[in-house]
């Protein structure tokens, strides 16, 4: 049962523009969520997290938006870079649970 | 680089063999997870250890998988009598066990079966 969905495989977006990446879940008692890189042949790279006592959290270039009562999250790279290129994984658990639930994957490329 | 590391990288198994796969997590941490990622999904959750003791093993299959993390050295994942369908990346985590401490992640180790 998946419950945290990434329904774009991929995305391709110019260097400088923004690239939006979405997540949806199904667990309502998800509270935690987090962001991760990866780049191939390499493990995840934490990125960025929210708890959902919040609807925005932002570091730097990257912006997770959290929308409870859509169970929807995004994340935003702006402006994004060619060293951004890489997949993007979104994770969710119950504050404090170690299980992480994680999405699919969305592969973003930024071009030149 | 103090950072998970695990070993091998790549490890071949013919069918029936066994596969051992070693994890040292972040020098300080004493939890371990591993996560096992499937061509085309998401990591999912298999095992996860404490020092010397399973805490939740409720994501691996019940026949051929185990893990432990010994008091001292690294952690093991073991599949015994190997399948196709075993191959897959598989990724260690750890963490302190602190609240909203994201886990860190190794460079996993690909098992394919032949």
């Known amino acids: 049962d998946q419950q945290v969905k990434q329904n774009s495989p991929s995305l391709s977006v110019q260097e400088g523009r923004i690239s939006i990446l979405n997540c949806d879940y199904t667990n309502s008692m998800f509270d935690y969520f987090l962001w991760y890189k990866k780049y191939p042949a390499e493990g995840p790279t934490f990125l960025i997290s929210?708890?959902?006592?919040?609807d925005k959290n932002e570091d730097g270039r990257f912006t997770v938006f959290l929308n409870k009562s859509a169970k929807h999250l995004s994340l935003h790279i702006v402006p994004s870079q060619p060293g951004d290129s890489a997949v993007y994984f979104c994770a969710a658990s119950v504050l404090g649970d170690y299980k992480l639930s994680f999405g699919a994957g969305t592969t973003v490329t930024v071009r030149a | 680089n103090a950072g998970v590391m695990q070993n091998p990288r790549h490890l071949v198994r013919r069918r029936g063999q066994e596969a051992r796969l070693r994890c040292s997590p972040v020098?300080?941490?004493?939890?371990v997870y591993w996560y096992r990622q499937l061509p085309e999904e998401g990591l999912k959750f298999m095992v996860y250890?404490?020092?010397?003791?399973?805490?939740?093993e409720s994501g691996m299959p019940k026949e051929r998988f185990s893990a432990e993390f010994p008091k001292e050295g690294p952690s093991i994942l073991r599949i015994q009598q190997v399948v196709r369908g075993d191959s897959a990346a598989y990724f260690c985590?750890?963490?302190?066990?602190?609240?909203?401490?994201?886990?860190?992640f190794g460079n996993g180790t690909r098992l394919t079966v032949t």
């Open positions: 929210i708890s959902s006592i919040k």
């Open positions: 985590a750890s963490s302190p066990g602190q609240l909203d401490s994201p886990l860190h």
């Open positions: 020098k300080g941490h004493s939890h």
């Open positions: 250890l404490q020092k010397e003791n399973i805490i939740d």
